[in-house]
């Protein structure tokens, strides 16, 4: 199998690193706020062992608001799919990766779209930001992105609206981050986003799985549940 890696510098200097085999399935991977693309590795080594052509999209999330990362990460990284012969694309994400999706999707079509496994999305925001978001030191850890995650009814992940396209949700449900967990989020919680929150009106599949919100891209039934999903359509009981 040979390797290649693809460097591209646009408007956000987002980068794609491929793996060109034999199918045409290709997956995308997303990587969180603050977060970057060495993250997605432990996936993206398993979704190649099954036989996908992965794309790892590095992006820099601290940078501008979701529309504007969503358009310059994935608007490149579908280019590099179709180029690459792709009849499939699935998406793979953790945290604000998904709502880029969403974001994207809710503007631009892909003819080519399959299905969609997000990890630990704030799908309807996250408290966190309805009670820090107004701090200085906040906003410039998170960047403009990290404003939007709200749980308000205007906020971006709630006003983009039910999934019109294959979804399936696995949130974690472990914390190591007592203060968020006792203090800003109320029920079962990841650290940064509540099991309730990460759920989404029209997904087809939920799990939630005992993780935490920055390790859950590490954690191998994560990454079963997620091969399953992209496979079946479904998770595994």
């Not at 396209?165 to 940064?192: H, Q, T, Y």
Request: charged fraction near 20%; proline fraction near 4%.
């Amino acid at each position: 199998m040979a390797t290649v890696t693809v460097a591209s510098e646009f408007h956000l200097r987002a980068a794609c690193s491929g793996v060109r085999v034999a199918s045409t399935e290709n997956v995308i991977l997303l990587h969180g706020l603050c977060r970057t693309s060495r993250s997605m590795d432990k996936i993206q080594r398993a979704l190649m062992r099954t036989g996908y052509t992965v794309w790892n999209v590095n992006y820099p999330s601290r940078t501008a608001p979701i529309e504007t990362l969503a358009d310059d990460a994935i608007g490149k990284a579908v280019t590099n799919c179709l180029e690459n012969g792709a009849t499939k694309i699935d998406f793979v994400t953790h945290s604000m990766g998904g709502i880029l999706v969403r974001s994207y999707l809710s503007r631009h079509p892909v003819p080519e779209l399959g299905r969609v496994a997000m990890l630990a999305p704030p799908n309807q925001g996250s408290e966190i930001v309805d009670k820090l978001g107004s701090l200085s030191l906040f906003k410039w850890v998170t960047g403009p992105a990290g404003d939007e995650l709200g749980t308000d009814e205007n906020s971006l992940p709630n006003e983009l609206g039910p999934a019109h396209f294959s979804v399936g949700v696995i949130a974690g449900d472990r914390s190591v981050n007592w203060i968020n967990s006792l203090f800003l989020i109320p029920g079962c919680d990841d650290g940064k986003v509540s099991v309730k929150r990460a759920k989404l009106d029209g997904m087809n599949g939920f799990i939630a799985i005992h993780a935490t919100h920055m390790f859950i891209t590490y954690n191998n039934e994560a990454i079963r549940q997620t091969i399953q999903f992209l496979r079946t359509g479904k998770f595994s009981s």
